[in-house]
């Protein structure tokens, strides 16, 4: 199998060139702009420390849809392709650490480890940032380079599946969420650590220490810095909020506030917080954002969740496994099974309404157009168990 090449030989000239792959890039930043904001991390690992695990709102963004479609049924035409999709690989949940890699990464690689008989036995994930393809001279992929620390293994093409999302500037690379939430991320964390701050001084600026030099003139520097040390030990931070100050030789405290426009900072926080749910296909009310938290919301925004961003995701990440798998499982086919996804259970009920009210349809086509299969006769269910009539 060669997932990126003609299977028989001797078409591969019909392909037009590709744009070689780029060897100049920073490791890890595959599918990120660079230097588009000033103090973001230019490091894939380092931006997830940032964007991701110090941040709740892309963190639950990415959660509600990776753990989403993983908790959702699965249907295959085989069930021993089913069974590698579904098993857990050394603590590693597939289908959900592949959404995730798609989502923050824009690019995943699943590893088929085959087992004594050549076919697959185990289905792996491997991290994307640390995975480089290996072009031929016409820039078509031929191979993976995994480089773990000093170790690096080179994978054949047929034994990796890529997955990637699209980008329009890169012919072998996709581009993930995190890059379009880059600016909300940064603004939402620097409001974040702006409000923190305000939270050690009291909630508001500390103010200014006046002093009126009268007939003594100015502070010395063995004063200046006495006062300073006081202040800052005695009176600053959240544990010493509201303790009286004792003011002497001339010295006089002048109280300083913010503006209502400046003490916004909510707004700001929620303003970025709906553009980075935005970006990664979440209704903001599902992550308890206020403004439109009523019930009916919620329920027609998880709807709106599963058909727009986990269903669409789910389909590519199952037809692409199904590709890779389908040279060991003849025809195979892999997805979801509608039915049975609660979020969903309005809309099939009202298609099964739909259908069931259609006079001028056929059994057959009522249970095709609700994705049932065919009626299969008794002596054929029989003829395909080899049991007797």
Same mark, same amino acid.
């Given at each position: 199998?060669?997932?990126?090449?003609?299977?028989?030989?001797?078409?591969?000239?019909?392909?037009?060139?590709?744009?070689?792959?780029?060897?100049?890039?920073?490791?890890?930043?595959?599918?990120?702009?660079?230097?588009?904001?000033?103090?973001?991390?230019?490091?894939?690992?380092?931006?997830?420390?940032?964007?991701?695990?110090?941040?709740?709102?892309?963190?639950?963004?990415?959660?509600?849809?990776? /753990?989403?479609?993983?908790?959702?049924?699965?249907?295959?035409?085989?069930?021993?392709?089913?069974?590698?999709?579904? %098993? %857990?690989?050394?603590?590693?949940?597939?289908? &959900?650490?592949?959404?995730?890699?798609?989502?923050?990464?824009?690019?995943?690689?699943? &590893?088929?480890?085959?087992?004594?008989?050549?076919?697959?036995?185990?289905?792996?994930?491997?991290?994307?940032?640390?995975?480089?393809? /290996?072009?031929?001279?016409?820039?078509?992929?031929?191979?993976?380079?995994?480089?773990?620390?000093?170790?690096?293994?080179?994978?054949?093409? /047929?034994?990796?599946?890529?997955?990637?999302?699209?980008?329009?500037?890169?012919?072998?690379?996709?581009?993930?969420?995190?890059?379009?939430?880059?600016?909300?991320?940064? %603004?939402?964390?620097?409001?974040?650590?702006?409000?923190?701050?305000?939270?050690?001084?009291?909630?508001?600026?500390?103010?200014?220490?006046?002093?009126?030099?009268?007939?003594?003139?100015?502070?010395?520097?063995?004063?200046?810095?006495?006062?300073? &040390?006081?202040?800052?030990?005695?009176?600053?931070?959240?544990?010493?909020?509201?303790?009286?100050?004792?003011? &002497?030789?001339?010295?006089?405290?002048?109280?300083?506030?913010?503006?209502?426009?400046?003490?916004?900072?909510?707004?700001?926080?929620?303003?970025?917080?709906?553009?980075?749910?935005?970006?990664?296909?979440?209704?903001?009310?599902?992550?308890?954002?206020?403004?439109?938290?009523?019930?009916?919301?919620?329920?027609? @925004?998880?709807?709106?969740?599963?058909?727009?961003?986990?269903?669409?995701? @789910?389909?590519?990440?199952?037809?692409?496994?199904?590709?890779?798998?389908?040279?060991?499982?003849?025809?195979?086919?892999?997805?979801?099974?509608?039915?049975?996804?609660?979020?969903?259970?309005?809309?099939?009920?009202?298609?099964?309404?739909?259908?069931?009210?259609?006079?001028?349809?056929?059994?057959?086509?009522?249970?095709?157009?609700?994705?049932?299969?065919?009626?299969?006769?008794?002596?054929?269910?029989?003829?395909?168990?080899?049991?007797?009539?």
């Amino acid at each position: 199998m060669n997932i990126f090449g003609w299977k028989s030989a001797g078409r591969g000239y019909l392909r037009p060139a590709k744009t070689r792959v780029q060897q100049d890039r920073l490791p890890g930043l595959r599918g990120y702009a660079l230097g588009s904001l000033g103090e973001w991390p230019r490091h894939y690992e380092a931006q997830m420390r940032e964007g991701y695990l110090s941040n709740a709102i892309a963190q639950r963004a990415v959660r509600l849809i990776a /753990e989403g479609l993983a908790s959702a049924p699965l249907i295959a035409s085989d069930k021993r392709a089913l069974d590698l999709v579904r %098993t %857990t690989s050394a603590g590693q949940a597939l289908i &959900e650490t592949v959404a995730t890699h798609l989502l923050l990464h824009g690019n995943a690689y699943v &590893e088929l480890l085959s087992g004594n008989d050549g076919r697959p036995a185990e289905l792996f994930a491997l991290r994307p940032e640390r995975m480089t393809i /290996e072009a031929d001279t016409r820039g078509w992929p031929v191979a993976f380079v995994y480089k773990a620390g000093q170790v690096a293994s080179r994978l054949p093409a /047929e034994n990796v599946i890529h997955i990637r999302s699209i980008h329009p500037l890169d012919d072998h690379y996709g581009l993930g969420c995190l890059s379009a939430a880059s600016g909300a991320v940064a %603004t939402h964390n620097a409001a974040t650590k702006w409000n923190k701050a305000l939270l050690d001084n009291a909630a508001r600026p500390s103010g200014a220490l006046v002093y009126d030099m009268g007939d003594s003139g100015t502070l010395n520097g063995e004063q200046y810095a006495r006062l300073k &040390e006081e202040l800052s030990a005695s009176f600053q931070g959240a544990g010493n909020a509201g303790r009286p100050m004792l003011l &002497e030789g001339g010295l006089k405290w002048q109280a300083m506030a913010l503006t209502p426009a400046e003490m916004d900072f909510a707004g700001l926080k929620e303003a970025a917080a709906r553009e980075i749910a935005l970006a990664f296909g979440v209704p903001p009310v599902l992550l308890g954002l206020p403004g439109d938290a009523t019930y009916a919301n919620y329920r027609e @925004a998880n709807r709106a969740l599963w058909n727009q961003s986990i269903i669409p995701l @789910a389909r590519k990440i199952l037809d692409a496994l199904a590709q890779g798998l389908r040279p060991y499982f003849d025809g195979l086919t892999l997805g979801l099974d509608l039915d049975a996804i609660p979020a969903l259970a309005e809309d099939r009920e009202r298609l099964w309404a739909q259908v069931g009210a259609a006079d001028f349809l056929t059994m057959e086509e009522k249970r095709a157009a609700v994705g049932i299969g065919a009626i299969v006769p008794p002596a054929e269910i029989s003829n395909e168990t080899g049991a007797t009539e």
